[in-house]
Nanobody, 126 residues
């Protein structure tokens, strides 16, 4: 089992950048595929990005490609989400998640991830 704690959210203006962090504890971090999801008020939780155990392959939602970058540091048990060119539509609670399975490409559905953090709020003002 792994415990996940997100940080780095906040209130920013359109065009700004933020870097989210997700610190993991418990079972060996490097044995998990890691993902980021987000949920806006009144909407479903959507896939943002994911990264394989080794950090060599990433998967992004189409609307995030070119703006968001996922990375991980297995020595620090941390996964990151660098978000650039933020706009008000990016306002949401961002969740970190862990998938104990390994695939050639990280999965993009919420049901694939067994462990979740509590989320961090990102608010982008216009």
């Amino acid at each position: 089992q792994v415990q996940l704690v997100e940080s780095g959210g906040g209130l920013v203006q359109a065009g700004d950048s933020l870097r989210l962090s997700c610190a993991a504890s418990g079972r060996t971090f490097s044995s998990y595929t890691m993902g980021w999801f987000r949920q806006a008020p009144g909407k479903e939780r959507d896939f943002v990005a994911a990264i394989t155990r080794s950090g060599t392959r990433m998967n992004y939602a189409d609307s995030m490609k070119g703006r968001f970058t996922i990375s991980r540091d297995n020595a620090k048990n941390t996964v990151y989400l660098q978000m650039n060119s933020l706009n008000p539509e990016d306002t949401a609670v961002y969740y970190c998640a862990a998938d104990q399975h390994s695939y050639s490409m990280p999965r993009t559905t919420t049901s694939a991830y067994e462990y979740w953090g509590q989320g961090t709020q990102v608010t982008v003002s216009s």
